[in-house]
């Protein structure tokens, strides 16, 4: 009998303690939603239509656009272009852009937009991929798109499926 | 030729691992020892057949044989023998190829290693495993068949993603593949024993060692992977909380925990039916792991080349894998032999206290990884889940953990006692006590993170060597204390120094993200910079030709205490098969920290936009990874873990009898 009391508080700890430390994680978890740590993922069409407001924080998704790429007089503040062919929105970048940024090409940045609507981002993430197209920056909508490098580069993106 | 016979081997080890996956249960169940017994040679013949067709792929590629389709994508006649090799694993279909190499190297060595374990249970093991081959063989059959032809060949292959033509990336796949096919072992003697319907000692005494490894080269993989990042990508970080770190990540979690919780059931016969759960989650999320990475499910930074017809097989391979065992521990765990008891202090509780910390991390990882995947299925938009939410659950979560862990290893089995336990590291609380006020004291204040990592870590380091100190008696008995030193096992040295290494990582991690010195800024040869005491003096730049790439390499002289430490090369290369850009930091390591520097773009008149950074105690986190990976190889090879297995005809009975 005595036995049998002890496996049941032995369980009874043990089962608290998971208990504990799940409410401990799921705690934690409503904490982050409504923190910084949840961005939302956007191309520009995207702020446009939700007209996102200056200083929240997103990840903006897109093409270079060609022509866009500019470098200003300190030669470390870029200005470019993402475009998903429906709309465009410039960005402002101080820093060194990864090795894969190219105009034409699939970007990701993280940041915000400036009051003047310019987007400021902290980050610009290079993709790297087996087939050096990165999927998931292309415009949701390829047929939609006339841009003649994004076609060529949602060409290649789409071929392979 | 050589891939039609690739090709061929692999039809072939799929209709082995079809007979081993169904013939030895039908063996199993009727008590048919030849039928059992032909596990073992259906493993065999996979592997045989998986070096045959992993060769034929390898033989290929390092003849560039462009006839292939994967070679002609993946391969160039000017790239470097080393990454002519690593490309046949560089690759999706060449790495699930690299994957069955492993599964059926390992199925092989449970069944020659496994010679004293009861024929039964052998033969349930391997055929779980050659199930495990069957689903694998499919995938790649169906799916990703690396031996396509193409035809007409074309001259020239398309090279390897120069990123990945590093030898530190190199070998980062392999060494994760075999962490996570490792736990493959673990997972198919879960299952055999939920078939077999008991748990023993002598269970736990062969899945410890298979987490063990499989632990080992995850830690190794992870390691490997970050190093890269910290010294190829060139943004100075290492670790980005991407679904696909994740991906690797949980199942090293899910491999510490579990094998912590195996020796519970080795030495204390308790805790079995969470330690069966266990080797099942952790195969799981390898298997997860392997969906995200191939699928492109999640949004990621690595972003593989993806495809959704794999994407779907995997998910249909994880849910029969995932449903079918997660059934059949529901259907047999109840009825198990209930585990042995412990006290609420003891080494055991210690332990399951490890398990639910290690655990809920993992859960939690998994959530914020396939958070955005459930956001986005139910038409919320796409979003991501940032390195803050991650970097919060680990501090939260671990904190604790390392508290614990301080005093787990210093508790007896089944009832310790916390004041002597207490007794022994009140010095080691006393000293990180002091060093977390130091810290803040030191810096002005406002670093209360800062303080708090330090302080556990050195908290960790202070017990570790105080449970040695205390092992030893080095103060009761000073006189004794080294032949005593000499008699420590290599298991219980390798506990000390991967628990060490732990607090060597957690060192590294809070100083060098607290103090870190960054200066991004224009120079021109000729000027000088100063980062956090260091004098970094431009020189110039000039241009560099290698094997497959040209490139510009910038020189920067670094001086710091009066003399010049060293002259820092970055450079940023443009390869030529792919035409792509990499950067390749210039690192040079100090014992205080790294010096780093990254040459960005020409910005005018013989200026170039650079970073610079000092980046303190960085290289802890490798040495702690290397302390935990040489902790796991210590540990195992412990004597008792090699020869101790139970020979007699007692306790193969023992393990045989829930069957009979």
Same mark, same amino acid.
């Given at each position: 009998?005595?036995?049998?009391? !002890?496996?049941?508080?032995?369980?009874?700890?043990?089962?608290?303690?998971?208990?504990?430390?799940?409410?401990?994680?799921?705690?934690?978890?409503?904490?982050?939603?409504?923190?910084?740590?949840?961005?939302?993922?956007?191309?520009?069409?995207?702020?446009?239509?939700?007209?996102?407001?200056?200083?929240?924080?997103f990840?903006?998704?897109?093409?270079?656009?060609?022509?866009?790429?500019?470098?200003?007089?300190?030669?470390?503040?870029?200005?470019?272009?993402? !475009?998903?062919?429906?709309?465009?929105?410039?960005?402002?970048?101080?820093?060194?852009?990864p090795?894969?940024?190219?105009?034409g090409?699939?970007?990701? !940045?993280?940041?915000?937009?400036? !009051?003047?609507?310019?987007?400021?981002?902290?980050?610009?993430?290079?993709?790297?991929?087996?087939?050096?197209?990165?999927?998931?920056?292309?415009?949701?909508?390829?047929?939609?798109?006339?841009?003649?490098?994004?076609?060529?580069?949602?060409?290649?993106?789409?071929?392979?499926? | 030729?050589?891939?039609?016979?690739?090709?061929?081997?692999?039809?072939?080890?799929?209709?082995f691992?079809?007979?081993?996956?169904?013939v030895?249960?039908?063996g199993?169940?009727?008590?048919?020892?030849?039928?059992?017994?032909?596990?073992?040679?259906?493993?065999?013949?996979?592997?045989?057949?998986?070096?045959?067709?992993?060769?034929?792929?390898?033989?290929?590629?390092?003849?560039?044989?462009?006839?292939?389709?994967?070679?002609?994508?993946?391969s160039?006649?000017?790239?470097?023998?080393?990454?002519?090799?690593?490309?046949?694993?560089?690759?999706?279909?060449?790495?699930?190829?690299?994957?069955?190499?492993?599964l059926?190297?390992?199925?092989?060595?449970?069944?020659?290693?496994?010679?004293?374990?009861?024929?039964?249970?052998?033969?349930?093991?391997?055929?779980?495993?050659?199930l495990?081959?069957?689903?694998?063989?499919?995938?790649?059959?169906?799916?990703?068949?690396?031996?396509?032809?193409?035809?007409?060949?074309?001259?020239?292959?398309?090279?390897?993603?120069?990123?990945?033509?590093?030898?530190?990336?190199?070998?980062?796949?392999?060494?994760?593949?075999?962490?996570?096919?490792?736990?493959?072992?673990?997972?198919?003697?879960?299952?055999?024993?939920?078939?077999?319907?008991?748990?023993?000692?002598?269970?736990?005494?062969?899945?410890?060692?298979?987490?063990?490894?499989?632990?080992?080269?995850?830690?190794?993989?992870?390691?490997?992977?970050?190093?890269?990042?910290?010294?190829?990508?060139?943004?100075?970080?290492?670790?980005?909380?991407?679904?696909?770190?994740?991906?690797?990540?949980?199942?090293w979690?899910?491999?510490?925990?579990?094998l912590?919780?195996?020796?519970?059931?080795e030495?204390?016969?308790?805790?079995?039916?969470?330690?069966?759960?266990?080797?099942?989650?952790?195969?799981?999320?390898?298997?997860?792991?392997?969906?995200?990475v191939?699928? $492109?499910?999640?949004?990621?930074?690595?972003?593989?080349?993806?495809?959704?017809?794999?994407?779907?097989f995997?998910?249909?391979?994880?849910?029969?894998?995932?449903?079918?065992?997660?059934?059949l521990?529901?259907?047999?765990?109840?009825?198990?032999?209930?585990?042995?008891?412990?006290? *609420?202090?003891?080494?055991?509780?210690?332990?399951?206290?490890?398990?639910?910390?290690?655990?809920?991390?993992?859960?939690? *990882?998994l959530?914020?990884?396939?958070?955005?995947l459930?956001?986005?299925?139910?038409?919320?938009?796409?979003?991501?889940?940032?390195?803050?939410?991650?970097?919060?659950?680990?501090?939260?979560?671990?904190?604790?953990?390392?508290?614990?862990?301080?005093?787990?290893?210093l508790?007896?089995?089944?009832?310790?006692?916390?004041?002597?336990?207490?007794?022994?590291? *009140?010095?080691?609380?006393?000293?990180?006590?002091?060093?977390?006020?130091?810290?803040?004291?030191?810096?002005?204040g $406002?670093?209360?993170?800062?303080?708090?990592?330090?302080?556990?870590?050195?908290?960790?380091?202070?017990?570790?060597?105080?449970?040695?100190?205390?092992?030893?008696?080095?103060?009761?008995?000073?006189?004794?204390?080294?032949?005593?030193?000499?008699?420590?096992?290599?298991?219980?040295?390798?506990?000390?120094?991967?628990h060490?290494?732990?607090g060597?990582?957690?060192?590294?991690?809070?100083?060098?993200?607290?103090?870190?010195?960054?200066?991004?800024?224009?120079?021109?040869?000729?000027?000088?910079?100063t980062?956090?005491?260091?004098?970094?003096?431009?020189?110039?730049?000039?241009?560099?030709? $290698?094997?497959?790439?040209?490139?510009?390499?910038?020189?920067?002289?670094?001086?710091?205490?009066?003399?010049?430490?060293?002259?820092?090369?970055?450079?940023?290369?443009?390869?030529?098969?792919?035409?792509?850009?990499?950067?390749?930091?210039?690192?040079?390591?100090?014992?205080?920290?790294?010096?780093?520097?990254?040459?960005?773009?020409?910005? $005018?008149?013989?200026?170039?936009?650079?970073?610079?950074?000092?980046?303190?105690?960085?290289?802890?986190?490798?040495?702690?990874?290397?302390?935990m990976?040489?902790?796991?190889?210590?540990?195992?090879?412990?004597?008792?873990?090699?020869?101790?297995?139970p020979?007699?005809?007692?306790?193969?009975?023992?393990?045989?009898?829930?069957?009979?």
């Amino acid at each position: 009998m005595a036995g049998l009391k !002890t496996r049941k508080k032995q369980r009874l700890l043990v089962v608290s303690l998971a208990v504990a430390s799940l409410m401990g994680a799921t705690l934690l978890i409503l904490l982050a939603l409504g923190g910084d740590s949840l961005s939302l993922f956007l191309q520009p069409s995207d702020v446009k239509a939700k007209q996102v407001a200056a200083g929240q924080h997103f990840r903006l998704g897109g093409l270079v656009e060609t022509g866009s790429f500019a470098r200003a007089e300190d030669g470390l503040t870029y200005h470019f272009s993402v !475009t998903d062919c429906a709309a465009t929105l410039s960005v402002e970048f101080k820093g060194l852009l990864p090795d894969l940024f190219r105009e034409g090409q699939g970007v990701v !940045t993280e940041g915000a937009l400036n !009051t003047d609507g310019v987007f400021i981002a902290s980050t610009v993430l290079a993709k790297h991929d087996e087939n050096y197209v990165p999927p998931g920056t292309m415009p949701k909508s390829a047929d939609q798109c006339v841009h003649p490098d994004a076609q060529a580069a949602a060409d290649a993106a789409y071929s392979g499926r | 030729m050589a891939g039609e016979l690739g090709h061929f081997s692999l039809i072939l080890a799929l209709i082995f691992a079809l007979i081993g996956a169904t013939v030895p249960h039908i063996g199993a169940a009727r008590g048919d020892a030849r039928l059992m017994a032909l596990g073992d040679r259906s493993v065999f013949a996979q592997f045989l057949m998986a070096i045959s067709a992993f060769s034929a792929l390898t033989y290929a590629f390092i003849t560039s044989d462009f006839s292939v389709v994967n070679v002609a994508t993946n391969s160039h006649t000017l790239k470097p023998m080393l990454y002519k090799v690593s490309g046949v694993w560089g690759n999706h279909e060449g790495s699930l190829l690299f994957w069955v190499l492993i599964l059926t190297l390992f199925g092989a060595l449970v069944s020659w290693r496994g010679q004293k374990l009861p024929l039964q249970f052998r033969s349930r093991v391997l055929a779980v495993q050659s199930l495990l081959v069957v689903g694998f063989l499919m995938f790649i059959l169906f799916t990703s068949n690396p031996f396509l032809r193409l035809d007409p060949a074309p001259l020239e292959g398309n090279g390897l993603n120069p990123l990945l033509q590093d030898p530190g990336l190199a070998f980062h796949p392999p060494m994760l593949y075999l962490g996570y096919v490792g736990l493959s072992i673990a997972f198919s003697f879960a299952v055999a024993a939920l078939l077999e319907g008991e748990v023993t000692p002598l269970w736990a005494r062969w899945v410890r060692p298979w987490a063990l490894l499989a632990w080992v080269f995850l830690t190794g993989g992870i390691a490997l992977g970050s190093w890269w990042a910290y010294y190829e990508l060139g943004w100075g970080g290492w670790w980005f909380w991407d679904p696909v770190e994740n991906a690797s990540f949980m199942p090293w979690l899910a491999a510490a925990a579990l094998l912590h919780s195996a020796i519970v059931v080795e030495k204390r016969d308790a805790l079995k039916s969470w330690t069966i759960l266990l080797a099942i989650v952790a195969f799981s999320l390898s298997l997860l792991g392997t969906f995200l990475v191939r699928s $492109g499910v999640v949004n990621s930074v690595h972003a593989f080349a993806t495809d959704p017809a794999r994407g779907i097989f995997i998910l249909a391979f994880l849910g029969i894998v995932v449903g079918g065992s997660m059934a059949l521990y529901a259907w047999r765990a109840p009825k198990m032999a209930p585990s042995g008891l412990f006290g *609420v202090v003891s080494r055991e509780s210690a332990l399951v206290v490890n398990n639910i910390f290690l655990s809920t991390f993992a859960a939690v *990882v998994l959530v914020g990884t396939l958070y955005p995947l459930f956001v986005e299925a139910f038409g919320a938009g796409q979003i991501t889940v940032g390195p803050p939410f991650f970097e919060y659950a680990a501090a939260v979560l671990m904190s604790p953990l390392i508290v614990a862990l301080g005093v787990g290893p210093l508790l007896a089995w089944k009832r310790g006692k916390v004041s002597r336990a207490f007794q022994i590291v *009140v010095p080691a609380l006393v000293v990180a006590l002091v060093a977390g006020t130091v810290l803040v004291w030191r810096t002005s204040g $406002g670093y209360v993170m800062t303080a708090i990592g330090f302080g556990l870590a050195i908290w960790l380091l202070a017990s570790v060597f105080l449970e040695i100190a205390s092992r030893i008696k080095l103060w009761q008995a000073p006189g004794k204390a080294w032949a005593r030193f000499a008699k420590i096992t290599r298991a219980q040295w390798g506990m000390s120094l991967a628990h060490a290494g732990l607090g060597v990582i957690l060192l590294g991690v809070t100083i060098s993200e607290a103090f870190t010195t960054e200066d991004l800024r224009v120079m021109a040869p000729g000027d000088t910079a100063t980062v956090a005491g260091y004098d970094f003096t431009f020189e110039g730049v000039a241009p560099v030709a $290698g094997p497959n790439f040209t490139a510009v390499r910038g020189f920067f002289t670094v001086r710091g205490g009066g003399e010049t430490l060293t002259t820092l090369t970055p450079e940023d290369r443009v390869y030529t098969n792919p035409v792509m850009n990499t950067t390749e930091a210039g690192i040079y390591p100090l014992i205080a920290g790294d010096l780093y520097a990254v040459i960005g773009e020409a910005a $005018g008149a013989g200026r170039w936009s650079v970073r610079l950074y000092f980046k303190p105690m960085i290289s802890a986190l490798w040495l702690g990874a290397l302390m935990m990976m040489i902790g796991g190889i210590l540990s195992l090879s412990d004597r008792r873990l090699r020869i101790g297995l139970p020979t007699g005809k007692k306790k193969v009975q023992a393990i045989t009898r829930g069957a009979a």
